[in-house]
Structures are given as structure tokens and as C-alpha cells.
């Protein structure tokens, strides 16, 4: 088994203000590695403790991982980049020999894909929520594309990869295979090898292997539909197996009482359901060029959350006019009983 690249002792320390810690650190705020959370490509991610009180997620890179320390470098500088509240915000790290290792801000509430599937075992997300989700994914995607100088795309953009904090913020994770590129010079785009994740991926994109942040949006489009329809992005017992042409082609039979998840039992604005699946067609859309940009989704999505809002402000109104009426009744029933004596 080949062991991966340590780091030479003559290359320069990742400059940064972030902590860096000794794997001695690593393996106390893990509990020697004790606390497992998942695991990726990279590695196993654990759940930690700083000195007992700030909790972390330690990414750490496995000794059979393909990725050696040029690319965990190359990682590191990326995300030392990256600031903004609808992103993970890398703590610190750890470089010692054949020891690497990302230690992230802890999100107690897990993935998107859980709380989707049930497997978190809380209640059902409703659509006011989903809705909420997608637009602060929507708003880190934004952030990537225009606020980071040079723009970066993600490339993987993904339920598992939607992380929720205790407050239920979404915050966009695992930038492993990020890229960034130039926006204008026709620079927009840059030929990689293909990467991402079977299902999200954008199918311009693999033909050509041409990069650009409509690969990204291409992605959220299907991560979308996952939130609208709860639905695999892949399934080979459907007659489409990819969701996008599966709603498709519901749509074209004419038969949409079974595209949105059956979990919220209807309670949601029709209207609010809709635009949002238009906006996530839209973005999915096998064409590039007829994609949306970021802001236009977040615009929409907006106005698709204040439709749902406006719903659920009616009904709160009809529940307390219900309520109040009850009591009144409640109130006269009482006092024209006791206007007559009581038998004896």
C-alpha cells in the first residue's frame, strides 16, 4: 500500500492566523480518535473539543487517501479565502509528518441529506425551513461565485455537503474540490478533470470537462428538487432515474400530486411550491447558458418565502380569531348558566 507524501521540512509553514495543532492536540480533543461522524473521500471526520469547551469537526486525512500534502496545502490556502456566515469556518489544522488534519466549526444538527431521509431522527422539515436552507446555501454559492477575488466554483454541491447548526443555519461544507478561476478574459471557464458527485453532476460539464460556476448551479438545481420532492437524485426503479428528468416527466403525464414530498402533507403555499420548482428546472436546465446566475436564484427564492410566510401569518391569525371567539363563547355559556339555580 502506498503511504502518502509527507510534508518536506524545507517547505514553508501554511501562513495563516489560524491555530495550528500538534497531532498529540488532535488525538486529545477526538479522544483518541473515539468520536466518529462520518466519513468521506478524504477521511473519517471526528468530533472534538478544544480544552473541553469549543467544539469541532477533525477532518482527518487517511493514510490511503490520494490526497497527499501538496493538495491538503492547496486546500488549506483555499479556505483561508473563504469568509462568510453560510460557509464552515475552518478553526485550524494540523500538518505534522504524515499527519494532516482540518479542524472545522461543529454543526450539532448534522446534514440536510439526514434530516431529508429521517435517519436524524427529528421532525420533518417544513417548507418554510427547506426554503430558508436553500436560500443560505444559495447565499454561500453567491458569496463563492462574485464575493471571493478570484471567484471559486465548488464543485460539489450536495445535500451531505448542506450542514445545519444549532439554530438550523445552513452552511455549505468540503471544499475539497473546489477551483477558483478568473471571471471575464474569457476566463470564466478552465478545463479539469471531472469531479463532483453522480447525480449533481452537471452533464455540460462532464461532456467537456469546462468549469465554470453554471456547474454549481447546475448542482443546486437537483439539490432543489431533493428538497422539494424528497426524492433520490438517483433511483434506477424509476422509469427517469435522475430526478430532473423524473419530474419532468411527471410533469409532461400531468401527474404532480406525487412530486412534492408526501411528508409535508400539504402544508404549504401551492404558489410557494411551484416557483420554487421552476426556479430549480430552471437551474438544472442541461444547457448552461440558460441557467440562472446565484443572485437571480436567491431573488426568487426570496419572494417563494414570503408567499409561504404570508401563508403561514394567515393561518397564525385564524388560529388566535378561533381561539378568542372560543373563550368569548366560553365565557357566555358560563355566565348564562349561572343565572339559573341549580337543582336540588
Same mark, same amino acid.
Given at each position: ?10 517547505? +514553508? ?23 466518529? =461522524?462520518? !466519513? ?30 501538496? !493538495? ?9 479565502? &473563504? ?7 475552518? &478553526?485550524?489544522?494540523?500538518? !505534522? ?28 422539515? *417544513? ?31 450536495? #445535500? ?46 462532464? =461532456? ?14 437537483? =439539490? ?22 423524473? &419530474?419532468?416527466? &411527471? ?10 414530498? +408526501? ?21 438544472? *436546465? +442541461? ?21 409561504? *410566510? ?14 378568542? #371567539? ?12 349561572? =343565572? ?5
Amino acid at each position: 500500500m502506498k503511504k502518502m507524501s509527507s510534508r518536506n521540512k524545507s517547505e +514553508p509553514w501554511i501562513k495563516t492566523k489560524r491555530r495550528r495543532f500538534t497531532y498529540s492536540e488532535v488525538l486529545e480533543m477526538t479522544k483518541n480518535l473515539q468520536r466518529p =461522524l462520518g !466519513e468521506g473521500g478524504f477521511g473519517i471526520v471526528y468530533h472534538g473539543d478544544i480544552n473541553g469547551s469549543e467544539q469541532v469537526a477533525v477532518k482527518l486525512l487517511s493514510e490511503t487517501s490520494a490526497q497527499g500534502y501538496k !493538495e491538503f496545502k492547496a486546500e488549506v490556502e483555499l479556505l483561508l479565502r &473563504v469568509h462568510h456566515i453560510n460557509l464552515v469556518s475552518l &478553526v485550524g489544522y494540523c500538518d !505534522e509528518q504524515y499527519h494532516f488534519a482540518l479542524i472545522y466549526e461543529y454543526m450539532s444538527n448534522g446534514d440536510l441529506h439526514q434530516h431529508l431521509s429521517g435517519k436524524h431522527g427529528g421532525a420533518v422539515l *417544513n417548507w418554510g425551513t427547506r426554503l430558508r436552507i436553500a436560500i443560505e446555501a444559495a447565499l454561500g454559492l453567491e458569496y463563492l461565485h462574485i464575493g471571493c477575488k478570484p471567484a471559486m466554483v465548488h464543485r460539489d454541491v450536495k #445535500s451531505t455537503n448542506i450542514l445545519l447548526d444549532e439554530e438550523f443555519m445552513a452552511k455549505i461544507a468540503d471544499f475539497g474540490l473546489s477551483r477558483s478561476f478568473q471571471v471575464g478574459n474569457d476566463q470564466s471557464q478552465v478545463s479539469t478533470v471531472v469531479a463532483g458527485t453522480l447525480g449533481y453532476l452537471d452533464p455540460e460539464y462532464y =461532456l467537456t470537462s469546462e468549469l465554470s460556476e453554471k456547474s454549481d448551479i447546475y448542482s443546486f438545481g437537483i =439539490l432543489l428538487l431533493e428538497i422539494i420532492t424528497n426524492q433520490r437524485v438517483i433511483d434506477q426503479t424509476r422509469k427517469r432515474p435522475n430526478i430532473a428528468e423524473w &419530474v419532468t416527466f &411527471v410533469i409532461n403525464k400531468g401527474d404532480t400530486s406525487n412530486i412534492v414530498d +408526501p411528508k409535508l402533507q400539504g402544508n404549504y403555499e401551492p404558489r410557494s411550491v411551484w416557483r420554487a420548482l421552476e426556479v430549480a428546472m430552471s437551474c438544472a *436546465n +442541461p444547457s448552461s447558458a440558460k441557467r440562472p446566475n446565484m443572485s437571480q436564484v436567491i431573488i426568487k427564492l426570496k419572494e417563494c418565502l414570503e408567499t409561504e *410566510n404570508a401563508r403561514t401569518s394567515r393561518n397564525q391569525d385564524l388560529e388566535e380569531s378561533h381561539h378568542s #371567539s372560543s373563550a368569548e363563547l366560553r365565557v357566555t355559556v358560563t355566565f348564562d348558566t349561572d =343565572l339559573y339555580p341549580k337543582a336540588r
